[in-house]
């Protein structure tokens, strides 16, 4: 709750998942686990990534996505596959949250650059845990650059 | 020069009588095997001389087609060439070929035969002429083909199965994920009602609230939340059978003995516990993936303690033979056995016969039939209610005992 509530930018959670209720789940989870993130819920890959293609150019502000797997058009692996090729995008923390526990689909999403794959349904806490750890790093590393 | 002896009136009347014996078994031979096969002679370069009935039947050429050609006339083009040239030194040196050919008839239909050629010798040991004898096979091949053709659909359908099961599995943890979640919720708002009744002072009446609050909801909830990890744990024994024909196995010679040792040891404290007994005889050794295999054994090892009879301390006796070139284990106890009309059902996917005596997802047995029959193995179990279970495991044995 500190890292974000102190920092300055605490990054805005953006949820992909295509089950409402999952979203909806995540986010008061999340809110009861003390975390004041900003967040916004896209219902498919598609959806994030034309938010994505949509913002200005330069614009600051941190994020961290949470990405679902098994999702109607744009998959989240595919997700994952092209925000990691694009340079602008490839340093955002991603943390895989999907009902699949098949290890080559785990080590995929790792060798695609994944920061954390968690498996639903979630220990909330500990979820939460990783959020904020993966959120201050992400403060931190964006804090120079909005500085300067 | 010596003159050769005159025979006897009496001696040529019997050398005449034995070669009129003899010509006739001869003709009795031959219309015999005409009878059965399907015969052809050569001379020694290939030139068929002879065919039988049957040849002309099954090749639907007259013999007059077939009398001055070589076998060629038949040729169907399955066999590469080097077969019949393999096929041609092992006549020509003097020795019997065995084997089965793919014809083509004269009206282009096609048949097998099982063949034998065998080459009649010269006095200087060179083949003088060389009769084939076959046999109508075309039906056995085609048995065949179709168990090979239904063998690999089978292999596919079963595939198919798997990934389907694995789909399914995951689409309904899905929605399992929101009743467990929002489950949660409903616990937690109930709480919170819970609390700010308590916090008004008697401004809000408690009577009301009582039995939905202390007896309704916590009930509805104890069960919704039962049902979630029924089903979780159900999908996720779905899941871990699904992947079995996914694994790749890795086939070598395993020591048994080491292998349940090792799984004892890992047991001992629950052993100990119910002071078990457990004797393990000098074990065969087998081929198998040392991984899977060691999961049966522990399953097997894990039911003995699950289903221990309570009246009687436990005791395992593990055997091993070697039998028709399979290594044959036997895992026997004293527990609580199993009847014969339930036996076969042990196998059954989440079939459980003892729900209440001990936890588990109903697939233990289940997964280690799977994981034997990927390794040309197999699991059976006999035994009696109320004297104890033996479970038979069979995997192939190593070289050195077939």
């Known amino acids: 709750m500190l890292d974000a509530m102190t920092t300055p930018h605490p990054p805005t959670i953006l949820i992909v998942d295509d089950d409402e209720g999952h979203a909806i789940l995540i986010r008061e989870n999340l809110e009861a686990a003390g975390l004041r993130n900003p967040v916004a819920h896209y219902r498919d890959g598609q959806a994030l990534l034309d938010f994505f293609a949509s913002r200005p150019v330069g614009a600051h502000q941190s994020f961290l996505i949470l990405l679902d797997i098994r999702m109607p058009k744009v998959d989240g692996i595919e997700v994952l596959r092209r925000l990691k090729a694009d340079d602008a995008l490839a340093k955002l923390p991603v943390i895989m949250l999907t009902t699949t526990d098949d290890a080559r689909e785990v080590e995929r999403c790792y060798e695609l650059g994944c920061s954390v794959y968690i498996q639903k349904p979630v220990d909330y806490d500990r979820f939460a845990e990783a959020i904020r750890r993966l959120g201050l790093f992400v403060t931190l590393l964006l804090l120079p650059e909005v500085s300067k | 020069m010596p003159v050769p002896e005159n025979p006897s009136s009496t001696d040529r009347e019997t050398l005449e009588r034995d070669l009129h014996a003899t010509v006739r078994e001869l003709r009795e031979v031959k219309a015999a095997l005409d009878e059965h096969s399907i015969v052809a002679i050569t001379d020694s370069s290939g030139k068929i001389t002879y065919v039988n009935d049957k040849f002309c039947a099954i090749s639907k050429y007259e013999r007059a087609e077939l009398l001055g050609q070589d076998h060629r006339i038949i040729n169907s083009g399955h066999h590469p060439s080097s077969f019949f040239r393999d096929l041609w030194t092992t006549i020509v040196h003097g020795k019997v070929w065995h084997g089965e050919i793919k014809n083509r008839a004269k009206d282009g239909t096609y048949y097998w035969v099982d063949t034998t050629i065998f080459p009649f010798l010269n006095e200087a040991g060179k083949p003088r002429q060389f009769v084939a004898i076959r046999t109508d096979i075309t ?86 939340n039962a049902g979630v990890n029924k089903m979780e744990s159900l999908l996720a024994g779905l899941l871990r059978y699904s992947r079995l024909g996914r694994v790749a196995l890795n086939l070598r010679p395993l020591n048994i003995n080491a292998g349940i ?48 009879d309570p009246a009687r ?53 289940t997964i280690a039939q799977r994981v034997l029959e990927r390794q040309k193995g197999r699991i059976w179990v006999e035994g009696q209610a109320g004297v104890g279970t033996t479970f038979y495991v069979s995997l192939p044995a190593t070289d050195t005992h077939a």
């Open chain 2, 261 to 308: 040792a090792e799984i004892l040891a890992a047991m001992k404290f629950q052993l100990d516990e119910v002071k078990a007994e457990v004797r393990v005889d000098p074990l065969p050794a087998c081929v198998g993936d040392s991984v899977q295999t060691s999961q049966v054994f522990s399953n097997l090892l894990d039911n003995a303690l699950k289903y221990r």
């Open chain 2, 139 to 224: 039906q056995r091949k085609a048995s065949e083909d179709e168990l090979q053709r239904v063998a690999a659909e089978l292999a596919e359908k079963n595939k198919e199965l798997e990934a389907i099961v694995y789909t399914v599995s995951h689409d309904l943890r899905s929605p399992l994920v929101n009743v467990q979640g929002f489950g949660k919720q409903l616990s937690r708002a109930c709480e919170t009602i819970r609390a700010a009744a308590a916090a008004s002072d008697g401004k809000i009446s408690l009577e009301p609230l009582q039995k939905p609050l202390e007896v309704t909801i916590p009930q509805a909830l104890k069960f919704i």
């Open chain 2, 313 to 365: 301390p436990l005791r395992i006796v593990i055997k091993g033979e070697v039998r028709d070139g399979q290594s044959i284990y036997s895992v026997a106890d004293n527990g609580i056995g199993i009847a014969p009309e339930h036996q076969a059902k042990v196998f059954d996917i989440f079939h459980r016969l003892n729900p209440d005596l001990a936890t588990g997802e109903g697939l233990g047995l």
